[in-house]
């Protein structure tokens, strides 16, 4: 036994995708203390790491460091005699041009354990996503994957051009980019017929994805020099003609656009993943924080009165969960609401309340605060109310009620906060026009919006999530480009599917 009980795990990180990655591979990320991960993963799989683990980028091409073999060696082993749990990400499928053989010998030599976890190799996903079968029953009984650098120092044999052109199946390049009018040139000399079908498949798995159509007697001028750059797969044979312009994947609604998820950080989760579902290049900037009430006495006399009222109104999900995380930091819990109603302004609300297991009573057709006092007044006459909402609502909920006659309090239980400065290559993305639209879910985040990036707004098109919103972008003078008709999240991404 050594003297260490760190171990290596090799793991595939798919071709792009963060969703293509095996659940295995997902658990060993989540444990690991550091995560050693090649240039072409997507820096999105990380996210699986535990934010406390150390994640080092072994380089890339594009800023000119990369490490070289004996040194990733060095530092992988030195982690592991650490008696860290190491991950080596690794894109695609380790084995696979992976120099995987290299890695192992290294770490058998030092005496560290190691496991491999397969990965979806670039291959499969370009065959998958751009609907190209790679085996067929009449047009291809095989498959080889070859690279297109061969390795120069490689002692004898070298890629057999005679033998590859007699293939009788499908030949996928990898890493052939640059060199194709080699290979291909190759390949026509030893007998491959210039009209054999390709298909180039570029950024594979991702919203960038492109495919291009060719054949091989024109794929060294389709590939010459800065024409199309890696990383690509390059598919020849016969199966290359059953591929169409339009798979599953580019058809979807909202693909090729770049979309701006602006929500606090917490609760941006779903409107990203139906906005990739969509097809949608999804980038990130909160323009409000989401923080408990910074002076918690009002809402802890509330909690304690809470016999006193017959109604608590939600206007929205924050409220729930800061409530009820309040309630329960003062050691209660449900039974503490006894017999109070329970009115909801909306469906995300409602389901914040269904999360927790509590029922909905009263919950208005509209998305909204005008909907809600229609339907709580007769309801809620010569009733006490307590309206739990945050720092910077609206007022009408408490105004219409206290109105009407009704006993109304309110509570502020958490409060928002503008984001001042938005990430700098978010903000260089939409000056220079590379934003298509920009998801503006309340009043609070347009108005933060509006301080934020100020006339760059107008670079991309604004999606509101309901007509007060929209106003208070009109109002500064960036009128939006679509309103949701239903005031909801998936309203919303209907409505910017609908303008598409
Ligand atoms: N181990 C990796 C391959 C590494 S070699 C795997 O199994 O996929 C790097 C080559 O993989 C690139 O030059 C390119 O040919 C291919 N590749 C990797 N990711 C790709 C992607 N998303 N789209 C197209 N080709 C990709």
Sequence with gaps: MPPFHGKVTFVGAGPGDPELLTLRGAEV??????????????????????????????????????????EINKHVICAA???????????????IFGRLSEEIAALEDAGVSYEIIPGITAALAASSHAGIPLTHRQRASCVAFVTGQECRDKEGAELDFSKLSAFPGTLVFYMGVTTAPVWAVELMAHGKP???????????SLPA????????????????????????????????????????????????SRALVTRAAHQSGTMVDQLTELGASVLMQPAIEITAAADHRPLDTAIDNLAHYDWLVFSSANGVQYFLARLRQLGGDLRRLG???IAAIGPAT???????????????????????VEKLVPLATGKRVLLLRGSRGREVLQESLG??????????????????????TIAAALHSGEVDWITVTSSAIAGSLVRMF????????????????????????????????????????EAIVGEQ
């Excluded at 934010?51 to 594009?62: M, T, Y």
């Excluded at 409602?350 to 809600?372: G, H, K, M, V």
């Design 350 to 372: 409602a389901a914040a309340l269904e999360a927790c297991f509590l029922r909905t009573d009263l919950q208005p057709d509209e998305n909204r605060a005008e909907a809600l």
């Design 194 to 204: 210039a009209k054999t079908p390709v298909v180039i498949v570029r950024h594979c």
């Design 403 to 424: 109105e009407a006659g009704i006993d109304v309090e309110q509570v502020v239980v958490y409060q928002s906060r503008d984001i001042e400065q938005a990430e700098p």
């Design 454 to 493: 100020g006339e760059d707004l107008k670079q991309a098109r604004l999606a509101a999530i309901s007509p007060l919103t929209a106003s208070v972008l009109e109002e500064a003078g960036f009128p939006p480009a679509v309103v949701a008709k239903e005031y909801t999240t998936s309203g919303l991404l």
């Design 81 to 95: 005699h650490k008696g860290q749990q190491v991950v080596r990400l690794k894109g695609g499928d380790p084995s």
């Design 209 to 256: 994805q492109c495919t291009v159509r060719t054949t091989l007697g024109q794929l060294p001028e389709v590939l010459s020099p800065g024409k199309l750059r890696p990383p690509a797969i390059v598919i020849v044979g016969d199966v290359a003609e059953e591929s169409s312009s339009h798979t599953w994947f580019t058809s979807r609604p909202l693909f090729g």
């Design 339 to 341: 017999s109070c109603r």
């Design 29 to 70: 990320l989540g444990q690991a203390d550091i995560v050693f991960y090649d240039y072409l993963v997507n820096p999105l799989q990380l996210r699986r790491a535990a934010p406390a683990a150390q994640k080092v980028c072994l380089g890339s091409h594009r800023d000119g460091r990369i490490l070289s073999q004996a």
